[in-house]
């Protein structure tokens, strides 16, 4: 058993004895159920949930599709069963993973229940964070905040178009609440942030070839994807998913040198290393795009990319970067010409 299976164990065991003592009009088996499952919910899913069910989370805001509001679902519209099924096997596509592996079916059917009754049913708050309990004596001061906290108020909302009050909130929030609660709401989120990597130079900028004078990042050349050959089409395809899934840890040269890919442990391959390719088959390559390489930095392509996506970008590693072993040469192909050119992105 885990440090984090003993925690809950633990904590379990706790509940299950403090139930067991608070007697009252429940039974003890009903108030061990409740607080098992309100433990449970408390350690494993508020964190995409929320505390309150309703997933308004910091995490949630950064998930597609958003984790499940459960104050705006009522028992009759998901069955018991259902929910069991999504907290023991997950859901693909999704960010919910499966807890099979984690947690018993006895602890499974007690944290459902806990949100069947605690937020669907009778729309409760569950656990308040902000307790004196949890060091938050007097919290009350900073209720002139709570409008940005809540989304009530857009947090870009312009200076002169709050009151004064609202604008003392508005500072408050940001000197004081915005390091847990810094999404908040705002009118406009602005660009949407694009993953693509970018080796910025040092000290005096250039935009162009690296060189000692500019003192440009060594990584910055890697930023380029090889041009020069005549791509299939499938490459052509396979290049702009490249650019726009791989390039971010592996460099648009395929290199896997760029900025990003020299913080990873353990390092992205090279896909131009003639030793590591000779030995890589298309097969064996779409595997590891598919499926991810355990114990490494490669995840699993396998809800982003399709099936046809994969091989697009197979076809333009295999004409671009080295050749695979199992690869048919066509008439076309041998008349590619050898990659010596590179483009700036």
Not at 231 to 241: Q, Y
Not at 301 to 316: F, M, S, T
Request: one cysteine or more; aromatic letters at 10%.
């Amino acid at each position: 058993m885990n440090d984090g299976r003993r925690s809950m164990a633990r904590w379990l065991a706790a509940a299950l004895a403090a139930a067991a003592l608070a007697g009252g009009a429940r039974s003890a088996t009903a108030d061990a159920a409740g607080d098992a499952g309100r433990a449970i919910y408390n350690y494993r899913c508020y964190f995409c949930h929320g505390y309150s069910g309703d997933a308004r989370t910091l995490a949630a805001t950064f998930v597609s599709p958003p984790p499940r509001d459960f104050t705006a679902i009522r028992p009759t519209e998901i069955d018991r069963a259902r929910m069991i099924d999504a907290v023991t096997r997950g859901r693909p596509g999704t960010a919910m993973p499966a807890f099979f592996r984690v947690l018993s079916t006895r602890e499974i059917a007690a944290v459902v229940d806990f949100v069947r009754r605690e937020f669907m049913q009778q729309q409760r708050r569950n656990t308040r964070y902000h307790t004196a309990a949890n060091g938050w004596g007097g919290h009350e001061r900073y209720r002139s905040a709570y409008p940005f906290a809540t989304g009530v108020l857009a947090l870009d909302t312009p200076w002169e178009a709050l009151t004064a009050d609202e604008v003392n909130g508005k500072r408050l929030f940001l000197t004081s609440c915005i390091t847990c609660h810094d999404r908040a709401r705002v009118a406009d989120e602005g660009e949407i942030w694009r993953k693509q990597s970018v080796s910025y130079p040092r000290n005096h900028y250039s935009h162009t070839e690296p060189d000692a004078i500019s003192a440009a990042s060594v990584f910055a050349s890697h930023d380029r994807s090889p041009s020069g050959a005549r791509l299939s089409p499938a490459a052509t395809r396979g290049r702009a998913l490249w650019l726009q899934n791989c390039a971010f840890c592996h460099a648009a040269d395929g290199s896997g040198e760029n900025w990003i890919g020299s913080f990873l442990e353990s390092p992205p391959r090279d896909l131009t290393d003639v030793k590591f390719m000779r030995g890589m088959s298309r097969d064996l390559l779409h595997e590891r795009i598919r499926d991810g390489l355990a114990n490494t930095s490669m995840p699993a392509w396998r809800n982003v990319l399709g099936d046809e996506e994969i091989e697009q970008i197979i076809v333009y590693i295999d004409e671009a970067f080295h050749p695979l072993v199992d690869h048919r040469t066509t008439e076309n192909e041998k008349l590619r010409p050898t990659i010596l050119n590179f483009e700036i992105n």
